[in-house]
């Protein structure tokens, strides 16, 4: 089977009409969920000592991961992302591994949000704690599928609004900051749960590179791509930080993991379950939850979760569509719907296969298993990175990796690290399931995928 090019006549082609501002809007879009919550849940295996230094480590680890993803992202771009440079690097079976774990990481992350959306919409709406995951799965499925000038309109105006939310939550929290709360049980598990903590560390970064899965969707890729890209990285990494201390600093870890009985009451791990809405927890320790500032950042907060949501799942379509119109996937994936020019049918898959994963009801499980998908993404893309440097110097390169071995080599040493500090560390059924997912899929590619393709 040959694989169809861009904008052929089976395939369709995706519309170019995203700029630089809408490329840092998409790109901050995907990733703000991941400080509006996940990030809290690493705090009784790691304590703020353990998560910050993990965070640290994390945050070099995506510095130098982006500005090496993005020579790719600009010498190839495509809307398959990882999967088109491992192919071109590696061959269509290592090709098929890294479109796999980038599937993974853009299937399995959205329910994690759903989860937490549900969760800041139950302050409000009483209803069964299905109904809101699953009505925006439907609604931001839908617009996805309608166009992607109208998601990307949107998705500009709902991360703008959920920046300044975390901006004003910085404002709130941080002159109220006191180390002697933020240190409190700073290492409940010694300094080894520092590694425990390391995907939720992640997950303040979590989908940054499905900025590379728009690169066809630009309006001039070598300018516009480089420039959202290195702009949202810098955002992100400034909210992670007001983002962490402001929240803990107000009453300590506990406070913005667990939920209290009343306003102020901390309570232990072996009290209640830990919640999904840190924010909301530090804002009532500085307010109480009856202000009306508490009201209106908390609903503005939704808005981080929405664009988050919104935006992995527009990145995700196109995972899956890229997979579809090279072959590996059935080819009613890799169709463009002839109206409205988005991958209509990847889309509606890639929804009921996060319903599946809704069902379950494991938020942190979801979140790990999205992790491990993104960091074997991460080893992939760095190896591929010295691959072509090596097999296809005359690559037209727009934005070359600056200082060059030693950011690559640096992003590469660090996510193998924190895959086997994720895989080890965290709940083995956890791991057990992600390689049980890589086996399916290279039994499919052995025998579909591989026959069709004659490699």
């Given amino acids: 089977m040959s694989t169809p090019a861009a904008g052929d006549a089976k395939s369709g082609e995706l519309e170019r009409s995203l700029g630089p501002i809408t490329i840092w809007a998409l790109g901050v879009g995907y990733v703000i969920s991941g400080m509006y919550f996940g990030w809290n849940l690493g705090l009784p295996v790691g304590g703020p000592y353990g998560l910050?230094?993990?965070?640290?480590?994390?945050?070099?680890?995506?510095?130098?991961?982006?500005l090496g993803y993005m020579e790719l992202s600009c010498a190839l771009p495509r809307a398959g992302g990882a999967f088109v440079y491992a192919r071109e690097a590696f061959g269509p079976g290592v090709g098929f591994l890294a479109g796999v774990a980038q599937c993974i990481e853009f299937v399995f992350a959205p329910p994690a949000i759903a989860f937490a959306i549900g969760n800041y919409a139950a302050i409000y709406v009483d209803v069964p704690p299905w109904v809101v995951p699953v009505t925006v799965y439907g609604l931001f499925t839908a617009l996805n599928a309608w166009g992607v000038k109208q998601s990307a309109i949107f998705e500009l105006g709902i991360t703008v609004l959920a920046v300044?939310?975390?901006?004003?939550?910085?404002?709130?929290?941080l002159p109220r900051f006191e180390w002697a709360r933020f240190a409190q049980d700073p290492l409940p598990n010694g300094w080894a749960g520092t590694f425990a903590a390391v995907p939720f560390a992640i997950w303040f970064y979590l989908a940054i590179e499905g900025v590379a899965n728009i690169a066809e969707?630009?309006?001039?890729?070598?300018?516009?791509?480089?420039?959202?890209?290195?702009?949202?990285?810098?955002?992100?990494?400034?909210l992670a930080a007001t983002t962490l201390f402001g929240a803990v600093g107000v009453?300590?870890?506990?406070?913005?993991?667990?939920?209290?009985?009343?306003?102020?009451?901390?309570?232990?791990?072996?009290?209640?379950?830990?919640?999904?809405?840190?924010?909301?927890?530090?804002?009532?320790?500085?307010?109480?939850?009856?202000?009306?500032?508490?009201?209106?950042?908390?609903?503005?907060?939704?808005?981080?979760?929405?664009?988050?949501?919104?935006?992995?799942?527009l990145v995700a379509g196109r995972a899956t569509f890229e997979?579809?119109?090279?072959?590996?996937?059935?080819?009613?994936l890799g169709v463009v719907h002839p109206r409205w020019k988005t991958p209509a049918w990847a889309l509606l898959a890639n929804m009921l296969v996060g319903l599946g994963a809704l069902a379950t009801g494991k938020t942190a499980e979801i979140i790990a298993v999205a992790v491990l998908g993104a960091l074997t993404l991460y080893v992939v893309s760095m190896l591929s990175l010295f691959k072509l440097r090596s097999s296809r110097p005359d690559l037209p390169r727009p934005f070359r990796t600056p200082l060059y071995p030693v950011v690559p080599g640096v992003a590469l040493a660090l996510a193998i690290g924190s895959f086997v500090a994720t895989a080890v560390t965290g709940d083995w059924r956890v791991a057990a399931a992600y390689a049980g997912l890589l086996l399916l899929a290279g039994l499919y590619y052995q025998l579909v995928v591989a026959k069709s393709l004659k490699v």
């Fill in 217 to 238: 969707e630009a309006k001039e890729p070598a300018r516009d791509l480089p420039r959202g890209f290195l702009l949202a990285m810098a955002t992100l990494v400034l």
């Fill in 52 to 66: 910050l230094l993990a965070t640290v480590v994390v945050t070099v680890m995506y510095v130098t991961f982006v």
């Fill in 251 to 313: 009453a300590g870890w506990r406070a913005v993991v667990f939920k209290p009985v009343t306003t102020g009451v901390e309570l232990g791990p072996g009290v209640a379950e830990p919640s999904d809405s840190p924010l909301p927890l530090a804002l009532a320790q500085v307010f109480g939850p009856d202000h009306a500032l508490y009201h209106l950042v908390v609903g503005i907060g939704l808005c981080g979760l929405l664009a988050s949501f919104h935006g992995i799942i």
């Fill in 323 to 332: 997979l579809g119109r090279a072959g590996y996937f059935p080819s009613k």
């Fill in 164 to 173: 300044g939310e975390l901006l004003i939550f910085a404002g709130v929290t």
